[in-house]
């Protein structure tokens, strides 16, 4: 509640090594802080002083739960040392999952052009339509002509 997430999870991941806790810890926190899981990756990979960076849970962490967390932020916190091989599956995953979000997109925008269309064509159709009266017409309503009113 004092948004000392990264106190929390130091304690959690260094000194206990209790990583199942501070995943549960994560998923609590996250509706209140969506950068929680940034935390939890910084405490991953600059760890207390005394301590080694847990490079191999980082990359398990960005692979479950990547998707929680910004890639840009992420890349940005992991150190120059992080093998690649270890990243593979998370950039994978997130590759795959940016493509899908583009064809979405695409999608919706082109049905979104289809429906447009489809409204101007009625729009025209509506504005095509005339009613022409005459002195022989009469009132749908009264049924008298139109051209004897006085």
Do not use: W
Not at 112 to 128: E, I, P, T, Y
């Amino acid at each position: 509640r004092l948004g000392r997430h990264e106190d929390v999870l130091t304690m959690l991941m260094h000194n206990g090594t209790n990583v199942s806790a501070a995943e549960d810890y994560c998923e609590s926190v996250y509706g209140t802080d969506p950068d929680v899981y940034h935390h939890m990756l910084r405490v991953c990979v600059q760890p207390p002083h005394g301590h080694r960076p847990l490079l191999q849970l980082a990359a398990s962490l960005l692979f479950k739960h990547g998707h929680r967390m910004d890639v840009l932020q992420a890349l940005a916190l992991l150190p120059p040392s992080m093998p690649l091989q270890l990243l593979q599956p998370y950039l994978e995953c997130t590759i795959r999952r940016s493509a899908e979000q583009l064809r979405d997109s695409l999608l919706r925008r082109n049905m979104l052009r289809g429906h447009h269309v489809d409204v101007k064509v009625q729009l025209l159709q509506q504005q095509a339509h005339r009613v022409v009266i005459g002195t022989d017409s009469a009132c749908a309503v009264c049924n008298r002509k139109i051209g004897a009113s006085p």
